[in-house]
């Protein structure tokens, strides 16, 4: 059974920053696309950033462009978002995603993904 787990989210100030990571679990020895999006309060979910599958690919929504910053580990299924100069418009519930179905993409596209985590709170202050 495929399992992924954010951590790493919290309470933060405005110009902070925040290292997420997540685990995913139950796949085996193969890596997957991975993603991040997230939901802020009364907002559908969003696309944030993603990675492919050997990780020299990426692709970001253009509000995080050159803020964030995707990055996995190569042999496992593992991705981290690091986010610098944090807005107060960046609270919201981040959720980390994996396909199943694509290899060697970026994929930005929230119907492709196969597996979801619970999500994570990040809430920046101003």
């Known amino acids: 059974q495929v399992h992924l787990v954010e951590s790493g989210g919290g309470l933060v100030q405005a110009g902070g920053t925040l290292r997420l990571s997540c685990t995913a679990s139950g796949l085996g020895f193969s890596t997957y696309p991975m993603g991040w999006f997230r939901q802020a309060q009364g907002k559908e979910r969003e696309f944030v950033a993603a990675?492919?599958?050997?990780?020299?690919?990426?692709r970001y929504e253009d509000s995080v462009q050159g803020r964030f910053a995707i990055s996995r580990d190569s042999a496992e299924n593992v991705a981290y978002l690091k986010m610098n100069t944090l807005k107060p418009e960046d609270t919201a519930v981040y959720y980390c995603?994996?396909?199943?179905?694509?290899?060697?993409?970026?994929?930005?596209?929230?119907?492709?993904?196969?597996?979801w985590g619970r999500g994570t709170q990040v809430t920046v202050s101003s």
């Open positions: 990675i492919n599958d050997s990780g020299d690919r990426t």
């Open positions: 995603a994996l396909v199943l179905s694509l290899t060697n993409a970026a994929v930005g596209v929230e119907s492709e993904y196969d597996y």
